[in-house]
Every structure is written in C-alpha cells, then in structure tokens.
C-alpha cells in the first residue's frame, strides 16, 4: 500500500503527489487520494514514474472510461487506441512540412496557445494524463492555469454577467482553419462545433469555472462579433493572469494529470528554433455535458459526442 505526499507548488493551482508507483496495481483509497488532490489542485505531477502504454492506460481507468486517442489523429499506436503521440516532427509528417509554420502563424497573441483540451466536442475530456517519453533538455515546460481562481477572481457583477453567457466552440477558435492543406482537411472532415456556457458548474465540486478558451473559442452567441472580442479578450487576460498560473519542467517519467473542466494550458512555445526531440504521450478520460449556472447544457452543432468508439474520416 503507498502513503501519498501532496505538496502544492503553486499558489492558486499544482501539487506533486509522492509515495506511489502508477505501474502497479492501486488500492481504493489511494486512487480516492488522488482524486481529492486533483480536484483541490486542478492538475497534479508524479515525477520518475516508469509507464508504457499499456500501465499509463491502466492508471487512467482507475479514473474513468478513455476516448480515442483524438478526434484527427487516424494513427495511434498499434493496440492502444487510447494514446496520443505529442511530438512535433510526427505532427510534421502527417499534416506536411508547413504545418509548424502555419502554426506559428496563427499564434497573435501569448492568449493564443492557451486551451483546454477538446471543447470543441460537446463533451469534451473531463481529465488528460499526459506523461514524457524524449524531452530536451533545455525548454519545452508546459503551464496551467485554474479557471476556478479565475472567475472568483471577477468582480460580483461581471460574475453574474458572465454566468449568463454562452460561447461556440470549433477548432481554430476565432479564426477558422481554412480549406487548404491536410490539417485544414481533417479538421473540416471531421467537424466538431458546439455551444458551450462561459461559466461551468463543475459536477464533482459544485465550483464554478470560466469554460472559455483561445484554441477553441469562435464567439460569444448572441451579441455582435464586437461585443464578443471584447468579452473574450477580458475573459481570456484574466485565465492567463500569472498569479493562477504553474509551470512544469518534463523529465523522462514525469506525468502530469489535470482536471480538464477546471483548468487550461499553455504547450512550449520556446523549442520551434530548436533541433531537439519532444515526444509525449496523452490519454483522456471520457467527458460529461457541461452544464451552466442556470441549469442549461451544452449543445451539439456538429459531429457527435467524443468517446471510446471514435471514428476518424481521411480524404483519399
């Protein structure tokens, strides 16, 4: 039996958990450890762990039911359909050698790298257990910060205000990702859109957190495109306040496990001038409907719920 040690390491949000070996088969309790920890501190770090894919998967479960591996990647490894592979030179392969620059591109701002993973989908992953293969060894953190701390960080009025929004949720966000190219492609072939509250009442906690992101966050529905900027911008300065925010440094073993409904994050920004090997692999766990403080749930415009039986449609 392990004796878990949680340490926060940041103000508003992270903790490191101790004592516990996550290849090896876990007691009730411990795994009820883990969950209060991960709901205190959104996302929680086990450091020189030694999982493949297969123990990664088994410690998801004791958390829940996985998704395919993402809603456009048609290759996972093979028999485990529930890992995705982050490495920047497969992504390169599969979508083409412009596709980091085209990436780059897109990115304005520092809001625009932030996420939360998959809101596009009407459900989208209640939590992702991402753990380091490969990791340079300069640069490639990745931050979170919590979306809880940042809607109690609202003054009361703006509180009611937002709580009274909703906002559509595609891939792309605000600037759609076009027609052309194989990124464009899988995407649009694959279309996730849904309507989503501004403020979700998380299910397990009963808190309530900002449900809005840079990555997939088109508009505010029912307001005008000026209207909508302006909130988002306000919504998205606030997330990003550094004071909600912890970073990570990755080394080989290290997992990291975050709460996907109260939490958003930054991947590396620093490594594109960089020849240097990043390769990660990530799991989620299936999601519920959010649900808004008026009792209101989000709604599918296209595609359907993200889950186990995922189907991903490639243009011959």
Known sequence: MSTLSVRPVAGHIGADIDGVDLAQ?????????????????KVVFFRGQRLDHSSQIAFARHFGELTYA???????????????????????????????????????????????????AVNPPAGSILRAETVPEVGGD?????????YEGLSAP?????????????????????????????????????VHPVV???????????????????????????????VLDLLYAEITRPEYTVRFRWEPGHVAFWDNRATAH???????????????HR??????????????????VAGRPFTADHRVAVAS
Do not use: C, M
């Not at 979170?144 to 701390?149: D, E, G, I, Q, Y």
């Not at 808190?207 to 029912?222: K, W």
């Not at 766990?285 to 959010?290: A, M, R, S, Y």
């Open 25 to 41: 088969p876990l007691a009730t309790e411990t795994v009820e450890g883990i969950r209060q920890a991960l709901h205190r501190h």
């Open 70 to 120: 993402h809603p456009h990647d048609d290759a996972p490894p093979e028999d485990h359909p529930e890992i995705f592979t982050i490495d920047p030179r497969r992504f390169e392969q599969r979508y083409g050698k412009n596709f980091r620059d085209e990436y780059r591109k897109r990115q304005y701002s520092y809001f625009d790298g932030w996420h939360t993973d998959v809101t596009a």
């Open 142 to 150: 990745t931050q979170w910060t919590n979306l809880v701390a940042a």
């Open 158 to 194: 703006v509180r009611a205000f937002v709580d009274t929004l909703r906002a559509e949720h595609r891939y792309g966000g605000s600037r759609p990702v076009g027609e052309d190219g194989e990124y464009a492609r899988r995407v649009n072939d694959n279309l996730l859109v849904s």
């Open 200 to 230: 979700r009442v998380h299910p397990e906690t009963g808190e309530r957190a900002l449900f809005v992101n840079p990555g997939f966050t088109s508009h505010i529905v029912g307001v005008t495109a000026g209207e909508s900027k302006r």
């Open 266 to 280: 930054l991947a590396p920004r620093d490594l594109e001038h960089l020849d240097v090997e990043r390769r990660l």
């Open 283 to 300: 799991v989620t766990l299936i999601g519920d409907v959010p649900v808004g403080p008026d009792g209101r749930e989000s709604e599918l």
